[in-house]
């Protein structure tokens, strides 16, 4: 029982208003339903799992505004760090946090996050649905960079920084940033210049590695997918999403914005996310 502190000096009609009140409330608690209500922000064990996958130059919080409403539906969500180190390597990161959720899973994945859902559904019974956010759909043997040069157009590749890093077995390897003065006219165009500056600041790099390696599976071959593609995109060419959202045979909604739309436009990656969900619910 919640507590109540209340000062001051009580009449006895008070009193006994509020004693009807707690018992009723106890009434209340005693008949409620054990499963979540629609806006009630606790999980509904009646709905599928959603699992968000980040992509490059980001981290799992830009999905927050589309978080904070598939909790008030009482969707169950998770949204891991996405390492950004190799497509195989991270792929089978995703697969193994999969692996851990019992039930219908929709899985979702922004900008290079498709291509590691694309992987890590492969194989896994429990994955319902595949969701595109302005994301690589990628086939089996092609990588991102072979799709990016079929579809000339990003700016992204001419405002990446380089960084070198060690790797375990004592070689370099190379981590990309976006340049951060280029950051909000490339990535995220349609949010304040004081937002966009704090997600410059905070991107992850990820590997040049990822981008050029070859994808080992295309889970949307057997797994319904839906695609949310933004029209001004400056990191992936609408074009090359339209491509593969018409060879995925997907379920396809543009909209206008960035390339970053679950943060500038939180409400419509959930519309096409609770689309899915409701088709395995």
Do not use: C
């Not at 375990?168 to 990309?176: N, V």
Request: glycine share 8%; aromatic share 8%; proline share 7%.
């Amino acid at each position: 029982m919640n507590d109540v502190v209340l000062t001051g000096r009580l009449t006895r009609p008070t009193l006994l208003i509020l004693a009807v009140a707690t018992a009723l409330g106890g009434l209340f608690t005693l008949i409620a339903p054990a499963g979540a209500t629609p806006s009630s922000g606790q999980p509904d064990d009646n709905k599928p799992t959603i699992v968000l996958v980040h992509g490059s130059w980001a981290d799992a919080s830009g999905w927050t505004g589309v978080i904070k409403q598939l909790q008030r539906e009482g969707y169950p969500v998770i949204a891991p760090a996405n390492p950004l180190r190799s497509l195989s390597g991270d792929s089978a990161y995703v697969a193994s946090v999969l692996a851990s959720i019992d039930g219908p899973i929709v899985l979702v994945g922004h900008s290079y996050g498709g291509a590691v859902i694309s992987n890590a559904a492969a194989g896994n019974p429990n994955v319902k649905a595949l969701v595109y956010i302005a994301g690589f759909a990628v086939a089996e043997d092609e990588s991102l960079l072979g799709l990016l040069e079929n579809f000339p157009g990003s700016q992204a590749l001419g405002a990446i920084r380089t960084v070198p890093f060690p790797l375990a077995d004592g070689s370099t390897g190379i981590d990309t940033y976006l340049v951060q003065e280029q950051f909000r006219d490339v990535f995220v165009q349609d949010v304040t210049p004081g937002t966009a500056a704090a997600l410059a600041a905070t991107q992850r790099p990820a590997t040049f590695a990822a981008f050029e390696e070859p994808s080992a599976a295309s889970a949307w071959e057997s797994i319904p997918s839906w695609f949310l593609i933004p029209q001004q995109d400056r990191v992936i060419p609408p074009d090359a999403q339209r491509f593969m959202a018409e060879r995925a045979g997907g379920y396809t909604v543009e909209v206008k914005g960035s390339h970053a739309i679950m943060v500038s436009k939180p409400h419509k990656v959930f519309d096409i996310i609770e689309r899915a969900a409701k088709s395995v619910e």
